[in-house]
């Protein structure tokens, strides 16, 4: 059964119908080659008994000279020379029998062996001087001959059919040539251009953004059906990864935005801190308590649009770092570190799993530290008192995955695609710009990283950093483009 199959599925391949073709061509090439064989065969064997039937004619004509002489002269000589030619004729007849039998049928055998036969008892008569047999032996002797004749005209009527026979297999290879070329062509062209026609208007529909199966099932032929197959993994993976790059096109373009915005931003509020703060420090005396609160608030809220237009600074910016070998527990611990104070007064219990035994990363230690200030910050304002977090750490293929898990509220479903986009959040106004993840998304990318979230309402969120083992970044002293942190953390709660 399994045998079957394979030589089904072969059959089914380009391969296996060229060979199969080549294979019938060569086996018809082969057919006609022993057929040209045996027929050439059959001619030198005609030729042959062709030659001996020549031999029989003369034994028969020598015979008849022999009875003229006699006829005329007399004499025993005579007739013994005869004899011996009708000996001879006899002998040829009895070694070209089956050819006869074959070529006229046995009654035209029997006719021929009479007729010599009779030939004989007339012409041994006549040296006898046994009556008048004189009309006898010449009517005897005539029909012989004319026999032989016919019988020799039939043989090389045979020898003509055979030698035409012969000279159509040139004809018969042109057409099995002729054939095998229609077929090889019909077979190029179903199994190889059409597909490719249709492989052409699939990658066209891909490019414009159709990402849709191709029914494998209708299309036999083997490589045709795993390239399609491939075309449809490709398409999975294209429809996986479009949100990624959806993400990528849209933080570049809001990065070459916010830019000029963060800057032309950055000179009023510089301008409006001083002015507040020289306000208060000149006309303090002045000012009643509600006046004091006024100004402490414009500070408060100048200073928050300071750290919007760092935060927008920092997603935007896209100088060079350099990259060092970095031990992720070291990463991890130092992050940690930064949030020592607001970890104790938040009632939260972290757990720790990052093994000091894993393979390093390739990064900027600042920057990464950036990012996962940004996700244990999330987890802290996301998880309610009494709550836990979880760092652990282990490895994936060639990438070191590092993860906080919290047992917070978790992330909406319909709120997930929107996590990583720019100022895309949920909190209360004030508390937070949306910002945090996706500068966290541009750091982990630029770092040949990808960061995943798995999160169910009400049971927590998990953020999984998967960043490339030092050994399969770059080579150590080159520079990739990284996004820098000149402000310790920015303000997030997984984007909402």
Not at 93 to 98: D, V
Request: proline share 4%.
């Amino acid at each position: 059964m399994y045998a079957t199959m394979r030589f089904k599925a072969f059959f089914n391949s380009i391969k296996g119908k060229i060979l199969t073709l080549f294979l019938v061509a060569f086996l018809v090439a082969c057919g006609l080659t022993l057929l040209n064989v045996l027929t050439l065969s059959a001619v030198s064997e005609r030729l042959n008994l062709s030659e001996r039937y020549d031999d029989l004619f003369n034994a028969i004509l020598e015979a008849r000279r022999y009875e003229k002489n006699l006829l005329i002269y007399g004499g025993l000589d005579s007739l013994h020379e005869g004899l011996l030619y009708l000996d001879q004729a006899d002998e040829a007849l009895e070694g070209l029998g089956p050819d006869i039998l074959r070529a006229t049928g046995a009654r035209a055998l029997e006719s021929f062996k009479e007729a010599l036969a009779v030939y004989r008892r007339d012409f041994t008569a006549l040296g006898d001087q046994q009556g008048d047999g004189r009309e006898n032996v010449r009517t005897s002797g005539k029909l012989l001959v004319d026999m032989t004749e016919k019988l020799i005209a039939t043989k090389r009527q045979l020898i003509h059919k055979t030698i035409f026979q012969v000279s159509l297999l040139p004809f018969a290879y042109l057409g099995v040539f002729l054939v095998f070329m229609a077929i090889l062509v019909k077979v190029i062209a179903q199994s190889l251009l059409k597909p490719l026609s249709m492989i052409g208007r699939i990658t066209a529909r891909v490019a414009k953004g159709d990402f849709s199966p191709v029914d494998v099932r209708e299309h036999h032929i083997e490589e045709v059906a795993g390239l399609l197959d491939a075309l449809n993994r490709m398409a999975l993976e294209l429809t996986a990864h479009q949100e990624d790059l959806l993400q990528a096109r849209k933080i570049a373009a809001l990065g070459t935005l916010t830019a000029g915005v963060a800057h032309e931003i950055n000179n009023p509020l510089n301008n409006i801190v001083l002015s507040a703060e020289t306000l208060m420090e000149t006309h303090a005396e002045l000012l009643d308590e509600d006046g004091r609160e006024a100004v402490q608030d414009i500070l408060s809220q100048a200073e928050r649009a300071g750290d919007i237009v760092r935060n927008l600074l920092d997603f935007s910016r896209t100088e060079k770092a350099s990259f060092s070998p970095l031990a992720p527990d070291v990463v991890m611990k130092s992050s940690l570190a930064l949030l020592k104070n607001q970890i104790m007064t938040s009632g939260l219990t972290i757990k720790v799993d990052v093994t000091p035994g894993l393979p390093p990363v390739a990064g900027n230690l600042r920057h990464l530290q950036q990012v996962f200030l940004n996700l244990l910050q999330n987890a802290v304002q996301a998880t309610p008192p009494g709550g836990v977090i979880e760092v652990s750490g282990g490895t994936a293929g060639d990438f070191v995955r590092l993860t906080v898990l919290d047992t917070g509220k978790g992330i909406p479903p319909e709120h997930l695609p929107h996590i990583f986009e720019p100022f895309f959040t949920t909190k209360e106004v004030g508390k937070g710009t949306g910002l945090g993840l996706a500068v966290t998304y541009s750091i982990v990318k630029r770092h040949g990283g990808r960061i995943e979230v798995d999160s169910e309402p009400g049971r927590g969120t998990a953020f999984s950093v998967f960043l490339p083992k030092a050994e399969f970044a770059k080579k150590p002293g080159q520079e990739l483009d990284q996004a820098p942190a000149d402000g310790d953390h920015q303000e997030s709660g997984h984007g909402l």
